[in-house]
């Protein structure tokens, strides 16, 4: 996490994916596969106990793409927003108050997305959790701050760069201990991904017999994304089929996944499955739609066991 004066840098957007709250951004990122491309970075302070999803993040190497980094004092890196898979960037270098938000761009040839750490006292050449550091851009050599977003707002401020330097604003990069739960977020943003990618795939064919093709070619991934998240909720049991499984419920597992927007998607999905059974008999839905009541059983199913 990257943390100053009790306050997380996360995400003004939840993770599920709404519009970005900042003009500027919407105009400056847009995409079709990545609902939180262009979302506006804030210092927000947390009231959940549990470990926040969207105020995780990896510092990567400016070189290569998914690779960890040596974090050393004013050494290019990239960070990454480990629930979304998104780079911090600037959206207008040029501008006096820079705004810092999402984008999936990673080789930006202008160096937006390119970080330095800059401790405190220039004489510390070794990092820790508790070396108080400014946060540089390197495109712009402007300094990371907090500025209000609302006018007296106590619980989340925007996150700009802005050309002086604010000695007060310094932060702390608190390395998690929780790799586990890590692991959790990018395999669940997988899953997201996947029921999000395959509801795409169904809409776009209105005709039901090939929408019932579409979904045994390109269901696999989804089906086992299903299982896996069911696994998540009650840590596995007896068995093949999830349906059957009922272990104790993981309230941390759950909760990551109601973040995530998992839920979300999957009730877009069963939307999409649902639609073309609701005229059908149920002799005619047994015979003919078997591939689409199985999809559904198992979706309904990691609804009930992620909301126990």
Known sequence: TIQMRERDVMLAAPIAGQPPSSPSCRHAFRSETNSL???????????????RADALWKIESELVQHAG??????????????????????????????????????????GRTLWRLVPVDEEEHALSDSTPMYLQSCCSGSWLQVLDIHEGSTSMQQAACLEDQETSQYVFMAPSSRGHTIKTIDHLRTYRMQFVELTGILQGRPDIEEKWEALQTFGEATWDGLGECIRLCVGGGAGEDPLSWDGEADREN??????????????????VLAEPLEDLDMQSQSEAQEEPVRFLRRAYWLLKEACE
Do not use: N, W
Request: glycine share 4%; aromatic share 8%.
């Open 37 to 51: 491309e262009g979302s506006q970075v804030v210092f927000a302070s947390y009231s959940d106990i549990r470990l």
């Open 69 to 110: 980094e040596v974090v050393e004092p004013r050494r290019p890196f990239r960070v990454k927003h480990v629930a979304s898979g998104l780079y911090m960037t600037l959206v207008d270098p040029s501008a006096e108050t820079q705004e810092v938000c999402l984008t999936s761009d990673y080789y930006q040839t202008d």
């Open 254 to 271: 759950q909760h990551l996944i109601h973040e995530m927007g998992v839920l979300e998607s999957v009730v877009e999905l069963i939307s």
